[in-house]
């Protein structure tokens, strides 16, 4: 790693805060013996409250098996999952599936919206599902944050792909969850709807101190994060902090 190209401004260090979540020497390893695939080989990583981190990594780095042992969706092989003060990995099935259901958030590359429902009952539904009213004050600083006032009586098929992933995002924030994760959520878009979805995710952070861990393979949806972590054959190899597209694109061409 290069020291100096770690941060564009030496004389301003990242404010310290608590963490959101955090690795702790992970290790997860599909198959056995000779066919055995380490996907994560002794990962340790911190994702601080209130800051928007972007995941990267060639194919197979173990980018997305990060995420998903992070979100409790995968158990990992050996190591430590925590979410605040939550030991994950000590958790049985029924405690994991409260834990996603009400302190995670998820946005996927694929949309994942009920077609028969109208954008605010898709927004609502995994509170409904939970059996929890919809804090009205906060639901309107999430539609408002999205700019999807005008939408909300509007089904999937009526809406762009751009205002489909709104929803989503919307979705997973008006539970006010601990963490958001989202895999490749611009995947699916075109750039300008693309660039409309990052930049809720942004403002999430900025005027909610939301935490959002993403994984994507785009240098341009990375510069909207806080920082950028790099993996490669399953370990962390480097770290960038104020990334812009420029920025990270060097970086994965040095990773090659």
């Not at 028969?116 to 906060?138: C, H, I, S, V």
């Not at 490749?184 to 995710?201: H, K, M, R």
């Not at 999430?204 to 994984?215: K, R, W």
Request: contains cysteine.
């Amino acid at each position: 790693m290069n020291p100096a190209s770690t941060s564009t401004s030496s004389s301003t260090p990242p404010v310290t805060r608590p963490f959101a979540a955090r690795a702790v020497g992970l290790e997860k390893v599909y198959g056995t013996g000779s066919t055995a695939v380490r996907a994560l080989d002794g990962v340790s990583v911190d994702f601080p409250v209130g800051e928007f981190t972007a995941v990267m990594g060639p194919s197979g780095s173990g980018k997305s098996t990060l995420m998903h042992c992070l979100a409790a969706l995968d158990r990992p092989t050996a190591g430590q999952v925590f979410l605040g003060d939550t030991d994950v990995t000590s958790l049985n099935d029924k405690q994991l599936t409260l834990l996603r259901r009400d302190r995670i958030g998820f946005v996927f590359q694929a949309f994942n919206l009920l077609p028969q429902l109208n954008a605010k009952e898709n927004m609502e539904l995994p509170l409904r599902l939970a059996g929890r009213a919809p804090d009205q004050e906060w639901f309107d600083r999430v539609v408002t944050t999205v700019g999807l006032g005008d939408r909300l009586t509007h089904r999937p098929a009526e809406l762009s792909g751009g205002q489909q992933q709104r929803v989503a995002v919307a979705r997973a924030l008006v539970g006010r969850p601990d963490i958001v994760f989202a895999d490749e959520p611009t995947g699916n878009l075109d750039s300008a709807s693309g660039s409309e979805v990052l930049g809720f995710l942004r403002r999430s952070v900025d005027d909610h101190s939301q935490t959002i861990v993403m994984v994507t393979h785009d240098p341009v949806a990375a510069g909207y994060a806080d920082r950028v972590v790099f993996l490669a054959d399953g370990r962390v190899v480097d770290e960038l902090r104020a990334p812009t597209a420029d920025t990270v694109l060097d970086r994965m061409k040095a990773l090659g």
